[in-house]
């Protein structure tokens, strides 16, 4: 491990009724940093037992949570986020040392996560109700807000720090209580923002934080009735579970789950300039990103120059350890998000892929998860570099003639979290986001995620938004009083 202080996994634990457990009651599980393959840590597992009692301190905790004038619970917030901004660099080599990201991304993930708790900090004081006049004499009709109650938080590894704040910033916000259960790739993430609450004062019971085994922890909450919502941030096949799952007990769900975002490059495109940005977007935490750019269509006319382009600029980046300020592209996640990309790679080329650049380990690299900035041309779109989400260093660019051809390929998918169009028409522009089925379109940018807009997808990528004035919505329950006198 690089040079720097341990990730301190055995001081801090499981995170139950305002306390750290250092023990949990199944164990210990090893934490790994994906740049050298190296083990990190050992980390508390939660028992079943220790779930049941973090549901019993959120019960709790959330009496008394709800209680509290709105004022006061957006107080506790803003001191979370000065917390979080005095740590925003210890935060951010966890981050790094335990997803490999480069720092650099680290540090602003930490950022965006502080941003979430100093928006709610304030949205908590903005969930009005309204008056509707009533048909009865002397009577209305008072539409008020409630929270929803205890919340359980399921978040990936991708991004470990602003996950988990999306989801917990809006439910204190609304006055629920909350269990998260991250990654058990990234505990120290999930650590580090529960130090920041524990810090800040916010009291026993309203936040908790959980890490073990699916049996341990996911199934003890989704089983609970007095679990009454869910959020989970992961792949389309866990919600659609978690889904399943819920109907028992009728729990309340969001869910941000997978995409395979478009990108369309108009004849008209600056195509430096827009290379400049898709490059540093699409090989972003080595191309783990749910909003990542996987499907390029671009005018035949900037075909092969953007594909060189392209390629020119990711056989530039620099690979190597986060913590190195050079470098340009980490590691992926683990073993098998390799092994999964070298597939696609692998049908890529059998079925007539052109490879500009990458498509294999670098050579260079005998440790870690590495793998090299890929770029293909020529690809049906049926192969699965189009076709699927590939969650990695793959960029697939493939020509389009028309501007209705682009939007009913870029629609053809059952998914529809991001989407991008990058040109110099305003007419162009407006259509784009009007005709392009996704939650989300950038025009000439990728700057999607902020704490003060609506995050999240449409058709299998999702329900529910986080983050804006629409994200504390999903924690609160409408109610009608019917007022004579």
């Known amino acids: 491990m690089p040079d720097g202080e341990a990730i301190p996994y055995s001081a801090r634990g499981l995170y139950i009724d305002g306390a750290w457990r250092k023990d949990g009651g199944a164990g210990q599980d090893p934490a790994y940093d994906p740049a050298t393959g190296e083990t990190l840590g050992v980390v508390p597992s939660a028992s079943a037992d220790d779930t049941r009692e973090a549901i019993a301190a959120a019960v709790k905790g959330f ?64 969930v009005y109700g309204r008056i509707v006049e009533s048909r009865a004499p002397g009577g209305r009709i008072e539409v008020t807000h409630q929270p929803v109650g205890v919340v359980a938080a399921f978040t990936a590894w991708n991004f470990p720090a602003v996950l988990i704040a999306r989801k917990v910033a809006p439910a204190l916000a609304a006055g629920c209580s909350v269990i998260v259960r991250p990654s058990r790739e990234t505990p120290g993430s999930a650590m580090a923002i529960f130090d920041c609450l524990s810090e800040a004062g916010v009291p026993a019971g309203v936040a908790n934080l959980l890490i073990g085994s699916i049996d341990n922890t996911y199934r003890v909450l989704m089983e609970s009735p007095v679990v009454r919502k869910v959020s989970l941030t992961g792949s389309t096949a866990v919600g659609q579970q978690m889904i399943r799952d819920a109907a028992a007990t009728m729990k309340r769900v969001s869910m941000e789950l997978g995409g395979n975002a478009p990108m369309i490059v108009f004849d008209d495109a600056d195509v430096e300039k827009t290379l400049d940005l898709a490059v540093g977007s699409k090989f972003a935490n080595a191309g783990q990103v749910c909003v990542a750019p996987d499907r390029f269509y671009v005018h035949e006319s900037l075909y092969e120059s953007f594909g060189e382009g392209f390629a020119k600029r990711a056989k530039a980046l620099k690979l190597g350890h986060g913590l190195d300020p050079a470098t340009q592209m980490g590691p992926l996640i683990n073993a098998r998000r390799r092994e999964a990309i070298e597939a696609v790679v692998e049908e890529a080329r059998a079925r007539g892929g052109r490879v500009l650049a990458g498509g294999s380990r670098p050579a260079d690299k005998n440790a870690g998860f590495f793998f090299e900035p890929t770029v293909i041309l020529d690809l049906p779109d049926d192969a699965r570099a189009l076709a699927e989400e590939n969650f990695g260093p793959i960029a697939a660019i493939t020509p389009f003639s028309s501007d209705d051809e682009a939007y009913r390929r870029a629609n053809a998918s059952p998914y529809g979290l991001a989407a991008y169009a990058f040109t110099r028409s305003a007419a162009r522009a407006r259509e784009a986001v009007a005709r392009i089925e996704a939650g989300m379109v950038g025009i000439n940018s990728f700057a999607l995620a902020a704490a003060e807009a609506p995050f999240g997808g449409i058709k299998y990528s999702g329900m529910g938004r986080e983050g804006g004035s629409e994200g504390i919505a999903d924690y609160c329950n409408v109610k009608l009083g019917q007022l004579t006198v």
């Open 63 to 126: 009496q008394h949570w709800r209680a509290l004038p709105a004022w006061t619970r957006g107080d506790a917030l803003h001191k979370v986020a000065d917390v979080m901004a005095a740590r925003a660099d210890e935060a951010a080599a966890t981050i790094t040392r335990e997803s490999g990201k480069p720092v650099a991304q680290a540090k602003r993930e930490w950022s965006l996560s502080t941003d979430q708790f100093r928006w709610y900090a304030e949205e908590a004081r903005r």
